[in-house]
């Protein structure tokens, strides 16, 4: 193992050790903390979707498909896809905003048929927002098995209004190397976003969901 992963990973071995006694398993958590980026510019904002490496097992994201037709079908006997929504289904949403923020607050990934994106914006696109969600057109010709074990083993990346970016790389059952993996990923792709690249990043921490955050050193 490279010395750089070999750090990462002694971190998750810290981070698990500093976990609290819980009845529940906890997640593996990433913090990256910024300086020197001034988010009041849009062009300093984003949100990126990063698929990681190794599986995120019992904490795959959940996936809902909004389509009709063959399609629809098709992702009901996907793997992976939590719910199916068809238009017409949509369209009796139009309106419910209570509806709407439950589905919202329920899914990780909204994949929508090309003609349904106006109509799903037109619903969800509100509540989705509000959630740093976005429906995700699914591209004309797509293998929807390949795309839904894609997301469902991605996470977001999101900087906006304040200067760090949190989210899941694993859950504590994991390697402490497959974890150190994916936060690697999930690092240098935030890293890639940044106008002064590592001279942008303030610290790196690892922490299970009610533990201690560890520092990660790079």
Known sequence: MRSELAKTAEAVKKAKQNKKNTKFKQSVELVINVTGVDLTKPQNRFSEVIELPNDLGRKRRKILVIASGNLALEASKTPGVARVIQKEELEALVGRKKEAKKIASEYDFVLVEPALVGLAARVLGAALGARGKTPIPIPPGSDIQKLVKR?????????????????????????????????????????????????????????TTMGKPVKVEF
């Not at 970016?165 to 390697?175: L, M, S």
């Not at 150190?180 to 001279?199: F, S």
């Open 151 to 207: 997301y469902e083993n991605s996470v977001v990346a999101t900087l906006r209004k304040s200067p760090q970016v949190a989210c899941i790389v694993g859950v504590e059952e994991d390697p402490d190397e497959k974890i150190a993996e994916n936060l690697e990923t999930v690092l240098n792709r935030v890293v890639e976003k940044l106008e002064k690249k590592r001279r942008n990043i303030a610290s790196v921490y690892v922490k």
